[in-house]
């Protein structure tokens, strides 16, 4: 039996992370919790590209445009969607949802969802750094041992 366990060390990581800026107060902080967890992964400054979209919809696409360039060994998407009194919350939701993943699936590249879908403001400021974590940095984190998991897979003899 092989046995294959990402770590969470990656100094020669080049990762792109996609940030909506609607919510910008929540996403600003899944941002800076991202790149404080690339930083605790060894992940230099230098190898992160951020690139900011309008909303959440876009982050798919936002993605897409980073893994199809071939440069980067991980993407993160982060946002934040909060529930409001239509169904448009929900197809919202779906949109990003299925995009980001195929876009991992397409390109067969960790891309992960760091999108925030709360009900109230408060909640994604929980989820934000506050009494929650911040899932920006778990996204970072998971990032990196997804890029060393997939290593050792392409790499086994």
């Known amino acids: 039996m092989t046995i294959r366990e990402g770590n969470l060390h990656a100094p020669n990581a080049r990762v ?29 400054e230098g190898n992160v590209d951020v690139a900011w979209v309008p909303g959440a919809v876009e982050l798919p696409v ?26 448009h919350y929900d ?5 990003v949802a299925s995009g980001i993943n195929r876009v991992a699936l397409d390109h067969n590249l960790p891309v992960m969802f760091g999108v925030l879908t709360t009900d109230t403001l408060d909640q994604a400021l929980e989820r934000a ?24 897979v392409r790499h086994d003899p």
């Open 16 to 44: 792109a992370v996609v940030v909506s800026r609607f919510n910008e107060l929540v996403t600003e902080r899944l941002l800076a919790g991202a790149l404080r967890g690339f930083n605790q992964t060894g992940v230099p």
């Open 62 to 87: 936002a993605a897409q445009a980073h893994a199809a360039t071939g440069r980067y060994d991980a993407i993160v998407a982060l946002g934040a969607v909060i529930r409001g009194s239509t169904d």
């Open 91 to 95: 197809h919202v939701c779906s949109m």
């Open 129 to 152: 750094g506050s009494k929650a974590g911040n899932k920006g940095t778990e996204a970072a984190h998971a990032a990196v041992e997804m890029i060393n998991v997939l290593a050792a």
